[in-house]
T-cell receptor, first 110, second 115 residues
Framework: KQEVTQIPAALSVPEGENLVLNCSFTDSAIYNLQWFRQDPGKGLTSLLLIQSSQREQTSGRLNASLDKSSGRSTLYIAASQPGDSATYLC?????????FGTGTRLQVFP | SAVISQKPSRDICQRGTSLTIQCQVD?????MFWYRQQPGQSLTLIAT?????????ESGFVIDKFPISRPNLTFSTLTVSNMSPEDSSIYLC????????????FGPGTRLLVL
């Protein structure tokens, strides 16, 4: 059974810092991995998707990497801003299902 | 991409009653999913809603408690039956448009509080 874990569970940083969120999964037989953002009381917004054959994806200040053999992904956020404050979720796709991680709650203060 | 709407956006219900949540997509999709997010928790898949056949439920979820309809390729409903306070959660509809980019999209969620 696929299990997805994210560390840290919560993170509070000053504005401008570069930061790394971690995601690990137990079954390396995945099709892809997605990173989502969830704002309080809102739905999910897709940030990045990495196919199982890819090593990384970039969008603006975000960079996500994938090491499928070791069951790890990282989301790198450069020059963090208060608007980045949200919960970040990683999810892996096995067959046709997305299995979600436990989430990292990020707060960026001015 | 896909734009998903859900109704209602939130509700407060009495225990023992049932609530039906609607999910509408702006394009035809094969795969529709229902997730539950309990307070302070991550998302858990309830079931996959299949068009033209019965939904496929995950371990721990049963049809009698969470009946699902999928009458066509753009619409689905999830009913939370005989509710208890433990059913207080956010319920999210999700689709995989299978248009090539494999991104899965989510609706805004339905926030349910059961008293």
């Amino acid at each position: 059974k696929q299990e997805v874990t994210q560390i840290p569970a919560a993170l509070s940083v000053p504005e401008g810092e570069n930061l790394v969120l971690n995601c690990s999964f137990t079954d390396s037989a995945i099709y892809n991995l997605q990173w989502f953002r969830q704002d309080p009381g809102k739905g999910l917004t897709s940030l990045l998707l990495i196919q199982s054959s890819q090593r990384e994806q970039t969008s603006g200040r975000l960079n996500a990497s994938l090491d499928k053999s070791s069951g790890r992904s990282t989301l790198y956020i450069a020059a963090s801003q208060p608007g980045d404050s949200a919960t970040y979720l990683c999810a892996v796709k096995n067959t046709d299902k997305l299995i979600f991680g436990t989430g990292t709650r990020l707060q960026v203060f001015p | 991409s896909a734009v998903i709407s859900q109704k209602p956006s939130r509700d407060i219900c009495q225990r023992g009653t049932s609530l039906t949540i609607q999910c509408q997509v702006d394009s035809q999709v094969t795969m529709m999913f229902w997730y539950r997010q309990q307070p302070g928790q991550s998302l858990t898949l309830i079931a996959t809603a299949n068009q033209g056949s019965e939904a496929t439920y995950e371990s721990g979820f049963v049809i009698d408690k969470f009946p699902i309809s999928r009458p066509n390729l753009t619409f689905s409903t999830l009913t939370v039956s005989n509710m208890s306070p433990e059913d207080s959660s956010i319920y999210l509809c999700s689709v995989d448009p299978m248009t090539g980019d494999e991104t899965q999209y989510f609706g805004p969620g339905t926030r349910l509080l059961v008293l």
